[in-house]
């Protein structure tokens, strides 16, 4: 079976604070996602990586930076977190073309 | 943009009916769709993925694609409670390299 995990379930953080998710697959995957989802916007993405130290912006990457040093990890970091950036972030993985799976999802609340 | 367009819902069916989700996309190149079950407070979960006109049957599940109509269906027979949660529809292509493209989701409840 397919296994994405994530740092933490649950976060609180206070303004202007450094964030760090992380994400680890175990499935040998080549391309890894970060989204976050707020009620009625759906998913959106804010980075993918489809290679080692590779990464691509998605359509919400400001405030956010990425990691991804070894295939199977890849972090999502909050340079200053702000209450806007208080959200559920999901992280999914994939071969090339095929299916996402995601992790458990982490809810982060900025205070 | 390249957008996937869902009916938000709620879509409400009694206990043992047939619901039915829909989906529509813009990108003429998407190649290939998938639906996401996801139950409140958790994460999306992989039921279904098509990448061939026509129908694709998994239990209680039938995907169904119409690529000239861009439009991506999910039939769910004898529905239970169970299945009451929000239903995402995906879309990747080639164009895209590695992205889906991801609806806002259908909320269903299933009434016992």
């Known amino acids: 079976d397919v296994k994405v995990t994530q740092s933490s379930r649950y976060l609180v953080k206070r303004t202007g604070e450094k964030v760090f998710l992380e994400c680890v697959q175990d499935?040998?995957?080549?391309?890894m996602f970060w989204y976050r989802q707020d009620p009625g916007l759906g998913l959106r993405l804010i980075y993918f990586?489809?290679?080692?130290?590779?990464?691509e912006k998605g359509d919400i990457p400001e405030g956010y930076s990425v990691s991804r040093e070894k295939k199977e990890r890849f972090s999502l970091i909050l340079e200053s977190a702000s209450t806007n950036q208080t959200s559920m972030y999901l992280c999914?993985?994939?071969?090339?073309?095929?299916?996402?799976?995601f992790g458990p999802g982490t809810r982060l609340t900025v205070t | 943009q390249k957008e996937v367009e869902q009916n938000s819902g709620p879509l409400s069916v009694p206990e043992g009916a047939i619901a039915s989700l829909n989906c529509t996309y813009s990108d003429r190149g998407s190649q290939s769709f998938f639906w996401y079950r996801q139950y409140s407070g958790k994460s999306p979960e992989l039921i279904m993925f098509i990448y061939s006109n026509g129908d694709k049957e998994d239990g209680r599940f039938t995907a169904q694609l119409n690529k000239a109509s861009q439009y991506v269906s999910l039939l769910i027979r004898d529905s239970q409670p169970s299945d009451s949660a929000t239903y995402l529809c995906?879309?990747?292509?080639?164009?895209?390299?590695?992205?889906?493209?991801f609806g806002t989701g259908t909320s269903l409840t299933v009434i016992p």
């Open positions: 499935m040998d995957h080549e391309n």
């Open positions: 999914a993985s994939s071969k090339k073309g095929y299916e996402q799976y």
């Open positions: 995906a879309a990747g292509s080639s164009n895209t390299g590695n992205q889906f493209y």
């Open positions: 990586s489809y290679d080692v130290k590779m990464k």
